[in-house]
């Protein structure tokens, strides 16, 4: 079943959700839209595609307590951090972000289980919402993802490790003009449209009513999804990325001069909704120690670092790590899911404007030129 | 004048490619550090160019905006000498990199570029503009006159920008860096040969904002900054684009330095960091803006210098780091005039 509600209605919908748990959704702040708590004086942005960083906080956040060791005399009292036992809600979410989730499940979900990831996630329920208008550093198709179809599975696109993700999204959502369409996908999805009855409207009793707002909701995807065939990405090219490319792609030479204008900074990772690496670290509180973790970027210099020092000493290697992991290393681990979902944040923020596409389509050129060379080559013969 | 579209990047003036193309060739540069095409009309990259073919990739375009002088620092290392397209603020960073010994001068070939205000594609994303799919009006037009003189103002001129949405037009003047509004002047400060004209594009004053700020009560003050720093995701690319920042290791980066280092574990960490950042460039920040460029939250990080160069200006006559590679600087040198530290309790 299909429900609506008003645009002018949305802010309701949020004050009733978050009666009975937390709501975190885009929300502005100083000019900049992040997700973030719902609350009365929230300012929240549903019209800006993407948030600056990806809603991966979340359920991933930047920095968490692991647990926390208290000195009273000569006495240390261990306190593990609780973990997430309240329902929460995620609204807003893209469809490139729910897959970004699909991602980090794959590495917090299998063994051994991150307990303190688990619990969020079996707490979140999701309310994803379609790309109105995409823009032209959007890239999911190419991951199998439709952004008109926001939390469903992606397409099985062969080659492309989407036919291997799982999860979704609990609702759907369309924003078409002044109303907002809700569709439940899941049992939590349906709980939540339940508990929410009295403020969504449902779309009409009859088939035909209901069969209106299917529609008005196909042509909004149909919109959309002619959208995403114009956009400059969506047709990249992802063929010899694959686990199997490992060595040719690890040896060449094409990353000593692809790295070079990088920064070393970590904005590429901090807002990616895919990137997992995480530092753990104690912070000494003058009468204890928080033992925390927060992300942490294969970029900087103490990335990995061990006893013996550090494995990768220079930009070239650190620049190709996180490459590497996105479209080698993760799909061989993973039977072939890339750990990329085409967000384009890494495109829209990079300082020095690097980014995955250009590495992508620098590899595809060079391999274009040397068939090239060798067609010509044969034409000689 | 101007070189064809380079995947929508808007080329390079020839008189400038010429040129280069020449030292190259001629073997008085043994590269050259410019801009390669990007694959947007906005996003060309920094880039090193060692031969004549490869400068087919070369633009030098509005967009070409990044401050070029910190790369030097690594170019400095390199056998034989690198060309640089430095715009005049850069040059400011220049020197200041050859006052802290960082760079070597002899190492550099410096073509000072003209320049006509660049351009910020976060404006044009701040006026709704989306789903860009070309933008016309980037390129430089340089008249056939001496390379220093002024150029007619911005005035009309129009960036047409082509998207998904439909074209949408905006005046070159509302697509600038914040810094073009305040420009230092169109004088190169370290050159060897100039090439191209400016245009002014100064029309705002460089401490508005500060004073903004100054006036604000102390409670005000803190919740300017608390909402702008709270943003602040540690990424290190103000730091890491600062060509101030020039140390070899960062304290940041220390792991034997009990901070937070890469996590806003508190509110405290993550205005220390800024905070600490902002008095070790006092007195040797130029006021390049490439912080506050870089930042993805948008956080105006420029304040914090700015006001260090303000109290400068008011405790020790005005001073602009990076004017020469040779005077003494405010914050490093001592005469009896100096402020007393007395004066903090005074000014408050």
Redesign the interface.
């Known amino acids: 079943m299909m429900y609506k509600i008003a645009r002018e209605n949305l802010s309701a919908l949020f004050r009733k959700i978050a009666e009975q748990q937390e709501l975190y959704l885009p929300v502005r702040?100083?000019?900049?839209v992040?997700f973030g708590v719902w609350s009365e004086e929230a300012v929240v942005d549903l019209d800006t595609?993407k948030s600056?960083?990806s809603p991966k906080d979340v359920f991933f956040p930047?920095?968490e307590n692991l647990y926390t060791v208290q000195k009273e005399g000569r006495k240390l009292n261990v306190c593990p951090q609780d973990l997430q036992e309240k329902d929460f809600v995620v609204f807003g979410m893209r469809s490139c972000d729910v897959q970004g989730l699909c991602v980090l499940d794959r590495v917090f979900l299998s063994e051994p289980v991150d307990t303190y990831y688990a619990a969020r996630r079996e707490h979140g329920a999701i309310v994803a919402l379609a790309c109105h208008?995409?823009?032209?550093s959007c890239f999911c198709k190419v991951f199998g993802i439709d952004c008109a179809n926001p939390g469903a599975l992606p397409e099985t696109a062969e080659g492309t490790g989407a036919e291997n993700k799982k999860g979704g999204a609990d609702v759907a959502a369309w924003l078409i003009g002044e109303e907002l369409y809700w569709k439940a996908q899941t049992e939590k999805g349906e709980k939540l449209t339940e508990a929410l009855k009295g403020i969504l409207t449902d779309t009409g009793e009859t088939e035909e009513q209901q069969k209106l707002a299917g529609e008005k909701v196909a042509r909004e995807q149909a919109a959309i999804r002619a959208?995403v065939e114009?956009?400059?990405y969506s047709h990249l090219s992802l063929d010899g990325w694959n686990g199997a490319a490992l060595n040719e792609k690890f040896n060449s030479p094409l990353w000593e001069e692809l790295y070079?204008?990088c920064?070393?900074?970590?904005?590429c990772?901090?807002?990616c909704p895919t990137c997992q690496c995480y530092?753990i670290?104690d912070?000494?509180t003058g009468h204890g120690v928080?033992r925390?973790r927060?992300?942490?970027?294969c970029m900087?210099?103490?990335f990995t670092?061990m006893a013996h020092g550090n494995n990768r000493t220079s930009q070239m290697q650190r620049f190709r790590q996180r490459f590497m992991h996105k479209l080698v290393y993760f799909p061989a681990n993973n039977d072939g899911m890339y750990s990329c979902v085409g967000c384009g944040r890494c495109?829209e923020?990079c300082?020095?404007?690097?980014n995955i596409?250009?590495v992508i389509?620098k590899f595809q050129e060079e391999k274009q030129k040397a068939q090239a060379a060798e067609m010509a080559g044969g034409d000689q013969l | 004048m101007q070189e064809g579209m380079k995947n929508g990047c808007a080329g390079a003036p020839a008189v400038l490619l010429e040129r280069i193309s020449t030292l190259l060739a001629e073997g008085t540069v043994a590269r050259v550090l410019g801009w390669k095409a990007g694959d947007m009309a906005y996003n060309p990259e920094p880039a090193y160019f060692e031969t004549q073919e490869a400068l087919k990739d070369f633009v030098y375009d509005g967009f070409c905006g990044a401050n070029l002088s910190k790369y030097m620092i690594e170019a400095s290392k390199l056998e034989g000498k690198t060309l640089v397209c430095l715009k005049p603020c850069d040059t400011y960073s220049f020197n200041q990199l050859l006052k802290e010994h960082r760079v070597d001068r002899e190492k550099a070939y410096i073509i000072g570029v003209g320049c006509g205000g660049k351009l910020d594609v976060e404006q044009i994303r701040r006026k709704g503009i989306k789903g860009i799919q070309s933008i016309d009006g980037a390129q430089l037009v340089w008249e056939e006159s001496d390379p220093g003189t002024e150029l007619k103002g911005i005035g009309d001129d129009v960036l047409t920008i082509r998207t998904i949405y439909g074209e949408k037009t905006l005046p070159y003047g509302e697509a600038l860096l914040e810094r073009c509004h305040v420009c230092k002047g169109k004088e190169h400060r370290v050159y060897d040969e100039l090439i191209g004209q400016s245009r002014d594009t100064k029309d705002a004053d460089r401490f508005a904002q500060v004073e903004r700020i100054e006036a604000m009560s102390p409670e005000e003050k803190f919740a300017f900054f608390q909402q702008e720093l709270s943003k602040c995701i540690r990424c290190n690319a103000c730091r890491n684009v600062c060509p101030a920042c020039s140390c070899r290791k960062c304290v940041f980066d220390s792991n034997k330095f009990d901070s937070s280092q890469k996590a806003n574990a508190d509110s405290f960490e993550e205005k220390m960091f800024h905070i600490i950042r902002a008095f070790h460039v006092a007195g040797r920040c130029t006021d390049c803006g490439e912080c506050s460029r870089v930042c993805p939250q948008g956080i105006p990080l420029h304040l914090f210098n700015r006001k260090f160069i303000k109290d400068i200006n008011e405790l020790y006559g005005t001073y602009q780091a990076g004017e020469n590679a040779e005077d003494k600087m405010p914050l490093t040198s001592f005469d009896f005039g100096d402020a007393e530290p007395g004066i903090v309790g005074e000014r408050g």
């Open positions: 702040r100083a000019g900049q992040n595609l600056v960083k930047q920095s208008e995409p823009e032209e959208i114009q956009l400059p070079k204008p920064l070393a900074c970590g904005t990772t901090f807002v530092d670290k912070y000494d928080q925390y927060c992300w942490d970027s900087y210099s103490d670092m495109v923020k300082p020095a404007s690097l596409v250009k389509k």
